[in-house]
């Protein structure tokens, strides 16, 4: 059974940074592309950045801009997303995604159930 659990969400204040984790088991990890997306309330869950299997290409959401880094360690079968200068509107539950393909939207087969990042102004 693959499971994928975040970790490190937590209420911080505009500014800070925050560094959240997912651990894989159940999968080959170093085969899987990974992803981050967040929800918002009231809103739809959006993509955040992703990475491939090799690690050797990754890619972010327009409203990044550098502030985020997606990285990934296959000998502790973590990915991790180092967020700084966190703003409000970043508040939301983050959950990680695991898939064969590396892209922008839904199709990752794998899923975590979130971890909450509240920021406060």
């Known amino acids: 059974q693959v499971q994928l659990v975040e970790s490190g969400g937590g209420l911080v204040q505009a500014g800070d940074s925050l560094t959240l984790s997912c651990v894989a088991s159940?999968?080959?990890?170093?085969?899987?592309?990974l992803a981050w997306f967040r929800q918002a309330p009231g809103k739809e869950r959006e993509f955040v950045t992703a990475i491939s299997w090799s690690g050797g290409t990754t890619f972010d959401g327009p409203f990044v801009k550098g502030r985020f880094t997606i990285s990934r360690d296959d000998g502790k079968n973590t990915v991790y997303l180092q967020m700084n200068s966190l703003k409000p509107e970043d508040t939301g539950v983050y959950s990680c995604?695991?898939?064969?393909?590396?892209?922008?939207?839904?199709?990752?087969?794998?899923w975590g159930q979130g971890t909450q990042v509240t920021v406060s102004s």
């Open positions: 159940g999968l080959t990890f170093s085969r899987y592309a």
């Open positions: 995604a695991a898939g064969e393909h590396l892209d922008y939207g839904n199709s990752y087969e794998y």
